[in-house]
């Protein structure tokens, strides 16, 4: 029989609990240590995925925007990305990797970091990874390059060895080949127009087409046209941004030729057809060979004056979904309208640029004006008067001249820019000239809202030396890399 001391032993084991208690907290701080270090390590591969991936980020942005060979882009990118990256404490980057296709820079990494109280479970490491896509705002563009062609661009060298018309073609040149970065044929969303412009502009191979009777193109006439007077009528002196008349121009603009509607050939000095006449107009592309073609075929063509409100009349043209150029080009929809057939996103741009006030030559006439659709010979229409009466009605030199030159054409041309902001379309203004103050119209024309032109869209530029860089900044700025991903 138990004695009473072995019994007593026995009931207190079987009721005591300060072992149980010691084994559950150690079970319990083993536990709560182990989810600490797993904070731990998971708040230090948080911190090594978002600093992965903004120097991914800050790679793609930096190889986007740069102007240049694919390979110098991807090259400039990995710089951005090891000045972003490295110095992570406890991160080791395992892979990295940098696409350019189409416009769009795609940007792939992975870094790993060793554990700290995981290891103790057997995961030494951990990896992250981080994709970074980048578009340029420039896949969604529609651009038409409104640039002045007269003879005075033809000097100033300026300490760069060229002359302002080198430089013009130097800069724009630049300026397309960002735009396309390495897309240069089929872009599927770029589309760029190049317009050059004198005292007239030359429509190419449409020309016969906007004029009655539809005379073929020959060495005696190379296309060049001259505005129908109802283009320009409703704009005088007095504009002030008024939508009742700008809107007048935009419908004109974009009303079809045909019978009392057509433009006419251009003549000048002894009827010559050519002489101020520019290059032709290159209409919207997606390939960047002929928008290049066109900036190499322009030449400083004297002889007709600096009319910039027919410039703009083409370049608002070239963009408009209702334009002579429809049938050989694709133009989407305005930004203001809501089209069935266009993809959305679209934005259009006019870059202008001249050296120059707007004042005709004196000569007859020149692109300023034109009847209100009889062809030259007809209905006593001689093709070298001043047109101003009966059917012959136009806005001619003798008009302008009359109302102050500049200040008519100025008005006129800042008519057309408040069509075309009034529509969503973007202007940059260029003017170049050491001796020369810029007209009124170069100035306001800048900006989207008609009516107040944009300081910030605006560019002066005293000598050539800068006109480059200033392309520059424009292409820059239209391509406004966004990070899509």
Not at 99 to 108: A, C, G, K, W
Not at 179 to 197: C, D, E, I, M
Not at 390 to 399: F, Q, V
């Amino acid at each position: 029989m138990m004695n009473r001391s072995a019994a007593r032993l026995l009931k207190r084991l079987g009721t005591c609990r300060r072992g149980s208690v010691a084994i559950t907290t150690a079970v319990s701080l083993s536990v709560m240590m182990l989810a600490v270090g797993l904070g731990f390590d998971l708040s230090r591969a948080f911190l090594a995925h978002a600093r992965l991936a903004y120097a991914l980020d800050q790679a793609g942005l930096a190889a986007g925007s740069f102007v240049g060979t694919s390979q110098a882009a991807m090259t400039l990118g990995r710089s951005y990305f090891n000045a972003n990256f490295n110095g992570n404490p406890g991160a080791v980057l395992t892979a990295y990797n940098m696409t350019i296709s189409n416009s769009v820079v795609t940007v792939t990494g992975s870094a790993q970091l060793n554990t700290t109280i995981l290891a103790l479970t057997g995961q030494p490491t951990m990896t992250v990874h981080a994709t970074s896509v980048v578009n340029r705002a420039g896949s969604n563009l529609e651009v038409a390059l409104v640039l002045d062609n007269t003879a005075s661009l033809n000097c100033c060298t300026s300490g760069t060895g060229q002359t302002n018309f080198q430089q013009l073609q130097a800069a724009a040149t630049q300026l397309a080949t960002s735009l396309f970065g390495s897309a240069t044929t089929g872009n599927p969303g770029l589309r760029v127009a190049v317009v050059p412009y004198t005292g007239a502009a030359n429509a190419g191979s449409v020309a016969p087409s906007l004029v009655s009777g539809k005379p073929p193109l020959s060495s005696s006439w190379t296309g060049c046209l001259v505005e129908r007077y109802s283009t320009f009528s409703a704009a005088t002196i007095a504009y002030a941004g008024s939508a009742t008349v700008y809107n007048a121009v935009a419908a004109d603009l974009d009303t079809a030729v045909g019978t009392g509607w057509y433009l006419q050939k251009y003549q000048n000095t002894g009827g010559n057809t050519n002489t101020g006449c520019p290059s032709a107009i290159t209409p919207l592309t997606n390939n960047l060979a002929p928008v290049l073609a066109a900036i190499n075929a322009m030449d400083d063509a004297g002889g007709s004056g600096t009319v910039g409100s027919v410039g703009m009349a083409w370049g608002y043209r070239m963009l408009s979904p209702q334009g002579p150029f429809t049938g050989v080009e694709t133009v989407n929809c305005w930004a203001t309208q809501s089209c069935a057939s266009q993809t959305p996103g679209w934005q259009k741009v006019v870059v202008l640029m001249t050296d120059g006030v707007n004042a005709p030559e004196g000569h007859p006439y020149d692109g300023f004006g034109t009847e209100s659709g009889n062809a030259p010979g007809t209905h006593g229409c001689s093709a070298t008067q001043n047109y101003n009466s009966g059917s012959c009605l136009s806005a001619t030199n003798a008009a302008i001249v009359a109302a102050g030159g500049a200040p008519l054409i100025d008005a006129q041309e800042e008519a057309v820019c408040d069509a075309l902001r009034a529509k969503g379309v973007i202007i940059f203004s260029v003017f170049l000239d050491s001796n020369t103050s810029p007209g009124a119209a170069i100035g306001y024309c800048a900006g989207t809202t008609p009516g107040d032109g944009t300081s910030s869209a605006y560019f002066l530029q005293a000598s050539n030396v800068n006109l480059i860089a200033t392309f520059n900044t424009i292409a820059t700025r239209l391509n406004n890399l966004r990070v899509s991903q």
